[in-house]
């Protein structure tokens, strides 16, 4: 498909909404995708890191034994 000017191609014969809009859409839900996945991969390291420190206090502690 060829354009004669910019107008006609922003206008995409007449289906300017539906083209743009999907482009849009598409758009957001790309972001929200990285987003979404940022998001939980820093959860997995904070849970990954307090599970680390709990097992760091576990291993710390003298035998239950060496309590009594």
């Not at 995409?12 to 979404?36: D, F, K």
């Not at 760091?56 to 060496?66: H, K, M, N, S, V």
């Amino acid at each position: 498909m060829k354009w004669q000017n910019w107008a006609e191609f922003w206008a995409m014969g007449g289906y300017a909404v539906y083209v743009w809009g999907s482009v849009g859409v598409t758009a957001l839900l790309l972001a929200l995708e990285v987003w979404q996945a940022r998001w939980a991969h820093r959860q997995t390291l904070a849970q990954l890191k307090a599970e680390q420190a709990v097992a760091q206090c576990l291993a710390d502690e003298p035998p239950a034994e060496e309590w009594m």
